[in-house]
């Protein structure tokens, strides 16, 4: 691995906004935000380095889950609890994802792609 792809590794895991989980794709997925010909999109990165792009127009179903606490983590006897929402989309080629999100400006733009 060069330099170069040690550095797009880590601007990647630096804009990772949430994860993916289902069937369709395996365990340990992150989202990222991207633009697709000049619209919003998110990409899909599988632990393979696979990327699966998707588009507003690629959208055929899309739920809220949750919205709430979506994580508890502790570290050092503290817990801390991490605030966000899980939406469950389904894809025009019948994959089905479901996302999880933390809080911030990433909701506003993955509801603007899924809805």
Avoid: R, W
């Avoid at 340990?28 to 632990?47: C, K």
């Avoid at 050092?76 to 605030?83: A, F, G, K, R």
């Avoid at 939406?87 to 990433?106: I, Q, R, S």
């Amino acid at each position: 691995m060069g330099f170069k792809d040690m550095l797009k590794s880590a601007v990647k895991a630096a804009t990772k906004i949430g994860s993916v989980s289902s069937s369709d794709f395996p365990v340990g997925t992150s989202i990222n935000l991207t633009q697709t010909d000049g619209d919003a999109s998110m990409t899909f990165t599988m632990p393979n380095k696979e990327e699966y792009v998707v588009t507003h127009d690629m959208v055929k179903h899309a739920e809220v889950l949750a919205m709430g606490v979506i994580d508890i983590k502790t570290f050092n006897n503290q817990t801390t609890s991490y605030y966000g929402t899980k939406y469950k989309v389904e894809l025009t080629d019948g994959k089905v994802a479901v996302l999880t999100v933390g809080l911030g400006n990433a909701l506003y733009n993955i509801e603007h792609i899924i809805f």
